[in-house]
């Protein structure tokens, strides 16, 4: 069944249009919450960048995680077929993609290696070896880290964030992410050695790991080979559109700003800020702020929510009056049960506790969302943001 947009996603399809005209083109960025059609809408762009004549291989659509590029490309395949399916790709393939043609090396003779700057760590001496060699980061009474292992996430951090390994960059990542680091000196430059020795490993004996396929390219953007096959796409590509974005880091971002030339190209990147969970791995926790001010984006809303009744969208708009929610046109009434986690046990049905979770997958097929409040002995608990009338739902018996 073909959707008709709604005004909003038309309002976007638009701006889409008039960007393919203008000389410099502007990004666009759709911040919205879950189920409001962020995903359709890059399925609806590309049936009208089709329309223009725009060829997938001109498109790039990323997606963050297998799972949510199977899922994007089956509604590729699905509205637009195998070739414009194709298009949909994890970020990190088309960063490994760019590795690969640079070096001209075949995926059969790449290894991936998780372990790989472990192992340079250990074999640079800084730290511990499976021997038992003490390694130089922890062998002195004062340490210059306590957990060696927080050496592995540092190396990490700084490629995600496109950090030179300075003294200074690495204090800031130790006081963000608390890495037990107390000699900032010192594990700078036990980085900056294991950080150069990766980008050998990568360069000359195609080791890397996962982070690498999108930092080498990056790294290297200004040097040839890099440079001519990053060119190249550059080129070839009009339009690239980014799913789940809030989820984007710094060196993705870097990378994508490579691939971008405002005179023939732009980025479409759709999200929901209150979904963004994976600061602890790296990203950004304002990623969609920034990639809106490094691509220069206007900024789009969604606030019809597609997955819920009407009655689950007035809870949240009384929980959170900031937020500009609707239901969709032939949205169903829905229910609202209130439970307590006793009776979860004796429920079949699916429950849902959190806003993102709500919005995520709406209510069950009957169309009820449950509240589940924790009993205890002395009674159960109300919690002090659920408005009045949810509470009196409660059945006291
Ligand atoms: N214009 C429309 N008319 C009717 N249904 C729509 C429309 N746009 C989207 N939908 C439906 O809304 C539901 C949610 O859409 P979609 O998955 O694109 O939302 P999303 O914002 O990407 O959600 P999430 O944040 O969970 O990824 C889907 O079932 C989709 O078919
Ligand atoms: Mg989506």
């Known amino acids: 069944m073909k959707l008709k947009p709604s005004t909003y996603q038309t309002a976007i399809i638009k701006a889409v249009e008039e960007n393919l005209a203008k000389p410099i083109k ?3 960025t759709v911040n919205a919450l879950a189920g409001s059609g962020k995903s359709t809408l890059l399925v609806m762009i590309a049936n ?3 329309r223009y004549g725009i060829r997938p291989e001109e498109v790039a659509v990323l997606a963050f995680g297998n799972k949510n590029k199977a899922d994007l490309s089956k509604k ?8 414009w399916s194709e298009s949909v790709r994890t970020i990190h393939s088309l960063g490994y993609q760019l590795y690969r043609d640079a070096l001209f090396v075949r995926h059969k003779l790449v290894k991936i290696q998780d372990w790989k700057y472990a192992r340079i760590a250990e074999r640079k001496g800084w730290m511990t070896d499976k ?10 009474d004062i340490p210059a880290i306590r957990d060696e292992q927080e050496f592995i996430r540092l190396l990490e951090l700084l490629r995600l964030y496109c950090y030179e390994p300075t003294t200074e960059n690495v204090a800031a990542l130790n006081g963000e992410y608390r890495l037990s680091i107390i000699n ?3 594990v700078a430059q036990a980085a900056k050695e294991c950080l150069e020795a990766g ?3 990568a360069i000359f004996r195609y080791i890397i790991d996962r982070v690498d396929m999108c930092y080498l390219p990056w790294k290297q953007k200004d040097n040839s080979p890099f440079s001519d096959v990053i ?6 590509l009009k339009v690239i559109m980014v799913d789940e974005s809030q989820d984007t880091d710094q060196l993705q971002i870097e990378l994508i700003a490579s691939l971008i030339e405002p005179g023939q190209s732009f980025i479409i990147a759709v999200g929901d800020h209150y979904q963004s969970v994976y600061h602890f791995r790296g990203c950004l926790n304002n990623g969609m702020e920034i990639l809106g001010k490094r691509f220069n984006c206007i900024n789009f809303d969604l606030p019809i929510n597609y997955r819920c009744g009407q009655v689950h969208l007035e809870l949240v708009r009384e929980i959170f009056p900031h937020i500009h929610i609707l239901a969709r046109p032939d949205a169903p009434t829905g229910e609202i049960r209130v439970i307590s986690n006793k009776d979860l046990e004796q429920e079949d049905h699916l429950i849902y506790v959190s806003l993102t979770r709500v919005l995520a997958n709406g209510s069950d097929e009957s169309g009820i969302l449950y509240l589940v409040l924790r009993e205890r002995e002395d009674g159960v608990m109300f919690p002090s943001w659920l408005p009045e009338k949810y509470c009196q739902l409660w059945n006291f018996n």
């Open 48 to 50: 009208v960048l089709k």
């Open 76 to 83: 590729f395949q699905e509205k637009l077929g195998t070739e």
């Open 131 to 140: 021997n038992g060699f003490v390694g130089k980061l922890v062998e002195n």
């Open 184 to 186: 900032n000196e010192v």
């Open 199 to 201: 980008e050998d490993e």
């Open 26 to 28: 502007n990004g666009i």
């Open 231 to 236: 060119a190249k796409l550059r080129r070839q």
